[in-house]
């Protein structure tokens, strides 16, 4: 009776602390991800430890140390006001932890600075932590142009598909499709985005695209921008957002392989000597020595009375005899086909049915 009252009183303890065991791994999942410093302040040189919690388990991470930046507004100026030369890569563990050494080194632009880590590849994450490059120029933060500001309002896409063409090896391209909101006092025409395409761990190339339209205060608008890459382009791509010097969005792009192109490769490896081959056997059939119709009519009648095996027994039977006659004829007594192939004899007087065997005709 024990055992059978322990039971259900356990499944009541265990259902009773499930739900919020739950709702605590839940939370952690929609916190952001941090990121700490070993310290705030180091010399060019230097180096400094950061660590980071929450982020997404086995992300490949990238540590910059950024100029004109504070963790409220982000990297304003991209990855163009960061040390690039001086940054390094991380793989998070199993549970999204990391710890790093990052050297210390100047910015392109003044500070206020910041460590910042975003992800490389994969859904887009970042985080900043303040920094200070000890000896580095620092400056006021650019103001912000006053009137309209735009914000991104939803989540950005990219509309179309490939076609056959693309499958040979043709540029890839889609259409860019956000909608924003225009934040600011004054009205916004003729916005110029930038547009970036990144592939891997590389640095996006931007691209100036203007739209025709006026965004007026408290209105929002659809933008529609193409995006197209290279030929023959393929593997995991990132399509970002700029406006005003400062990332909006980014959009995850995987580009499949143009299979096409390597269909063609090997057909051509398959082809071109196969048509090399027949051309020289063509070559070699027209230059070499032909023997004439006559000789070869003399030649094979050798061949056969040497090897009689060869040839049928019907046309051996029906060849013809060899030219020279039989020792006991001479040409001008041969009997010819009416008489027979046999040796001479005596002519019995007794036997009157014998033939008479001819006899050679001497001198008179």
Same mark, same amino acid.
């Given at each position: ?10 499944? /009541? ?34 180096? !400094?430890?950061? /660590? @980071?919690? *929450? ?11 950024? @100029? $004109?930046?504070? &963790?409220? /507004? ?21 549970? *999204? ?40 120029a620092v400056e006021p933060l650019p103001a912000e142009p006053a009137g309209g500001r735009l914000s991104v309002l939803t989540d950005t896409r990219?509309? *179309? ?32 985005? $930038? !547009? *970036?395409?990144?592939?891997? !761990? ?6 100036? $695209? $203007?739209?025709?339209g006026t965004i007026q205060p408290g209105r929002k608008a659809r933008i529609e921008l193409p995006v197209e890459l290279a030929a023959g382009a ?7 957002l700029k406006y005003g010097g400062k990332v909006m969005a980014e959009q995850p792009w995987g580009v499949g392989r143009p299979w096409g192109v ?10 071109? &000597? ?8 063509? !070559?070699?059939?027209?230059?070499? &020595? ?17 090897? &009689? ?27 010819? /086909? ?27």
């Amino acid at each position: 009776m024990r055992g059978r009252v322990r039971i259900p009183a356990l499944v /009541t303890v265990l259902a009773l602390l499930l739900p919020p065991m739950a709702a605590v791994s839940a939370s952690a999942a929609d916190d952001p991800p941090v990121v700490k410093l070993s310290k705030t302040q180091a010399g060019t040189g230097g180096s !400094v430890t950061v /660590t @980071g919690t *929450g982020w997404r388990p086995r992300a490949l991470l990238m540590l910059l140390i950024c @100029g $004109q930046s504070v &963790p409220s /507004t982000g990297v304003s100026g991209g990855t163009n006001s960061c040390a690039n030369a001086d940054g390094r890569a991380v793989t998070t563990d199993g549970e *999204g932890r990391f710890s790093r050494k990052l050297p210390v080194a100047e910015p392109p632009v003044p500070c206020p600075c910041v460590v910042h880590v975003a992800t490389a590849t994969g859904p887009k994450a970042e985080a900043d932590a303040i920094f200070q490059v000890a000896g580095h120029a620092v400056e006021p933060l650019p103001a912000e142009p006053a009137g309209g500001r735009l914000s991104v309002l939803t989540d950005t896409r990219l509309d *179309g598909s490939s076609g056959l063409l693309t499958w040979f090896g043709a540029p890839p391209a889609r259409t860019f499709v956000f909608t924003v909101g225009n934040v600011g006092t004054s009205a916004v025409k003729n916005p110029v985005f $930038q !547009v *970036g395409t990144s592939h891997g !761990v590389f640095a996006p190339q931007w691209e100036e $695209q $203007q739209w025709r339209g006026t965004i007026q205060p408290g209105r929002k608008a659809r933008i529609e921008l193409p995006v197209e890459l290279a030929a023959g382009a393929h593997g995991d791509y990132a399509v970002s957002l700029k406006y005003g010097g400062k990332v909006m969005a980014e959009q995850p792009w995987g580009v499949g392989r143009p299979w096409g192109v390597t269909l063609f490769w090997i057909l051509v490896c398959l082809v071109v &000597p196969a048509a090399l081959f027949r051309v020289g056997m063509a !070559v070699v059939d027209r230059i070499r &020595p032909r023997q004439s119709a006559r000789r070869r009519g003399l030649r094979l009648p050798e061949v056969a009375f040497r090897l &009689p095996g060869l040839r049928p027994r019907e046309e051996a039977r029906h060849a013809a005899p060899p030219s020279s006659a039989l020792p006991w004829f001479t040409p001008d007594s041969d009997p010819g /086909t009416a008489g027979r192939l046999s040796a001479p004899h005596d002519e019995s007087p007794t036997s009157p049915t014998t033939p008479t065997t001819p006899t050679r005709k001497g001198p008179p």
